[in-house]
């Protein structure tokens, strides 16, 4: 794979960091696949325009990102820096594409026939003990998806890699979520009733959804006859599902699969299964490392290492972006 040094790469003239390709693109900015020459390793690069549109969220954003970058299971944060025209994001680059790929590459071949319960639960595992150190931390992720969880490729199994903190909050700094917030299909039924919930409760519920489509490689609140001409009329039929908590349970699941997935995507929050709860149940303990079970007590006793931005220098760093600059040339250690 080449460098590339076109108009189009952001990263001309960046003294470490080269452009291999772009990742993605879409409403937020840019994804790059740049090589990092002071390590050669790959990275993620995720580049937001600069000006009005850098909000107090971005912030939020990085900041909830670098707090929970020790564990194994979360993409992690390298840096932040500004170009002339944008802000960047650097994160650690996974490899395998992301989860809804893998299930649809690997699904069965009858009609609700996802992927092997014993391979589901071999990623749910990971997925929970991600979500369990977040939440430890105080932080709920808001937008947990199957298209938000990457993987790499290494064996027996990939490595889940939960990313994307851009609707995250942590319960120690921010006010308690009112907002409604993620994806449609993910979204937990007191999002849709509440004026404030608890998002960390909510991320319980999208994480069900996530295992019940690695088990069917079909969405559990969906139905075939859904209008998806007209989003908001598909709407109107998900969110009452969504509400009541209607849904078939996977013919193929395990009783205790399926008793672990009632518990998850149950309406009423108070009601619901909690991480550490997860973590205990019957079916999620088959063939758990014991060590893995204890990972999160550890790796909270762990600093954020030392040479990684203070959160004063993202803060900073942040606030520069919001101007929107006028000269040509991009001033690589702005900010820094």
Same mark, same amino acid.
Not at 109 to 122: I, T, Y
Not at 220 to 226: E, S, Y
Not at 266 to 292: E, G, K, L, S
């Given at each position: 794979?080449q460098d590339?040094a076109? %108009?189009? =790469?952001?990263?001309? @003239?960046?003294?470490?960091?080269?452009? *291999?390709?772009d990742?993605?693109?879409?409403?937020? &900015?840019?994804?790059?696949?740049?090589r990092d020459?002071?390590?050669?390793?790959q990275?993620?690069?995720?580049?937001?325009?600069?000006?009005?549109?850098?909000?107090?969220?971005?912030?939020?954003?990085?900041l909830?990102?670098?707090?929970?970058?020790?564990?194994?299971?979360?993409?992690?944060?390298?840096?932040?820096?500004?170009?002339?025209?944008?802000?960047?994001?650097?994160?650690e680059?996974?490899?395998?594409g992301?989860?809804?790929?893998?299930?649809?590459?690997?699904k069965?071949?009858g009609?609700?026939?996802?992927? %092997?319960? =014993?391979?589901?639960? @071999?990623?749910?595992?990971?997925?929970? *003990?991600?979500?369990?150190?977040?939440?430890?931390l &105080?932080?709920?992720?808001?937008?947990?998806?199957?298209e938000?969880t990457?993987l790499?490729?290494?064996?027996?199994?990939p490595?889940?890699?939960?990313?994307d903190?851009?609707?995250?909050?942590?319960?120690?700094?921010d006010?308690?979520?009112?907002?409604?917030?993620?994806?449609p299909?993910?979204?937990?039924?007191e999002?849709?009733?509440?004026?404030?919930?608890d998002?960390?409760?909510?991320?319980?519920?999208?994480?069900?959804?996530?295992?019940y489509?690695?088990?069917t490689?079909?969405?559990?609140?969906?139905?075939?006859?859904? =209008?998806?001409?007209?989003?908001?009329?598909?709407?109107q039929q *998900?969110?009452?599902?969504?509400?009541?908590?209607?849904?078939?349970?996977?013919?193929?699941?395990?009783?205790?699969?399926?008793?672990l997935?009632?518990r998850?995507l149950?309406?009423d929050?108070?009601?619901?299964i909690?991480?550490?709860?997860?973590?205990?149940?019957?079916?999620?303990?088959v063939?758990?490392?014991?060590?893995?079970?204890?990972?999160?007590a550890?790796?909270?006793?762990?600093?954020?290492?030392?040479?990684v931005q203070?959160?004063?220098?993202?803060?900073?760093?942040?606030?520069?972006?919001?101007?929107?600059?006028?000269?040509?040339?991009p001033?690589?250690?702005?900010?820094?």
């Amino acid at each position: 794979m080449q460098d590339s040094a076109a %108009p189009s =790469d952001l990263l001309a @003239g960046h003294a470490r960091y080269r452009k *291999l390709q772009d990742l993605n693109e879409g409403t937020f &900015g840019v994804v790059m696949l740049a090589r990092d020459t002071a390590t050669n390793e790959q990275v993620a690069i995720k580049f937001l325009e600069r000006g009005a549109g850098i909000s107090r969220g971005v912030v939020r954003e990085v900041l909830n990102h670098r707090l929970c970058m020790a564990h194994p299971n979360i993409v992690q944060f390298r840096e932040i820096f500004l170009t002339h025209k944008h802000l960047a994001i650097v994160m650690e680059y996974a490899n395998g594409g992301d989860m809804f790929d893998y299930v649809i590459k690997n699904k069965g071949s009858g009609p609700g026939e996802g992927l %092997p319960e =014993d391979v589901a639960r @071999g990623f749910f595992q990971q997925l929970i *003990l991600a979500l369990d150190f977040c939440q430890k931390l &105080g932080i709920a992720n808001r937008d947990i998806k199957l298209e938000n969880t990457l993987l790499n490729n290494s064996t027996p199994i990939p490595r889940v890699k939960l990313c994307d903190f851009g609707y995250s909050k942590n319960e120690f700094v921010d006010s308690r979520p009112k907002s409604v917030s993620g994806t449609p299909d993910y979204i937990a039924p007191e999002i849709l009733l509440n004026d404030h919930y608890d998002g960390k409760t909510a991320d319980i519920w999208s994480c069900g959804v996530m295992l019940y489509v690695m088990l069917t490689a079909v969405l559990p609140f969906a139905k075939r006859g859904d =209008d998806r001409a007209n989003n908001l009329v598909r709407l109107q039929q *998900l969110f009452p599902r969504i509400v009541a908590g209607q849904y078939q349970p996977p013919r193929r699941a395990s009783d205790v699969c399926r008793d672990l997935l009632k518990r998850m995507l149950t309406p009423d929050p108070n009601h619901r299964i909690t991480a550490p709860q997860i973590m205990q149940h019957p079916w999620f303990t088959v063939n758990m490392d014991p060590a893995m079970m204890e990972l999160n007590a550890q790796l909270l006793q762990r600093p954020v290492p030392p040479e990684v931005q203070t959160p004063e220098q993202i803060e900073a760093i942040v606030k520069q972006a919001r101007v929107a600059q006028t000269t040509m040339s991009p001033n690589w250690a702005e900010g820094l």
